[in-house]
């Protein structure tokens, strides 16, 4: 099952979202900011991330700033209440199943989503 995480007033959440649609992909919407991220989802999309916890959190956000901390500072724990009360943090979209990770909207990357086969059609074309 795809999630795809959002927020409102998000061109590239709405984006990726149509493109789902578009790909008749199912996929569960949450919205970060009116359904509150579980723990176990904010540690789930930590590890999956690549390059640690700067894949999935905006450092130019207001609220990082006024954090005026580095997230190397941070204990997992702490990493995760600062996500929970401030889920602005979060880049957007975040798209997720079992198999792919993308992190923002991606014409290239989304497709990721797709089976292996209507992948490969789409780059042939």
Known sequence: MIILYT??????????????????????????????????????LLQRTENGSEDIISTRSKVFQELDQDLDDLTFSELIDFIKENPSVLKRPIIVDDNSFVVGYDDDEITSFLPREKRTKITLK
């Open 7 to 44: 927020s409102p007033g998000c061109a590239s959440c709405r984006k990726a979202k149509h493109w789902l649609k578009e790909h008749k992909l199912s996929f569960v919407e949450k919205n970060i900011f009116s359904s509150l991220l579980r723990d176990e989802e904010i540690k789930y």
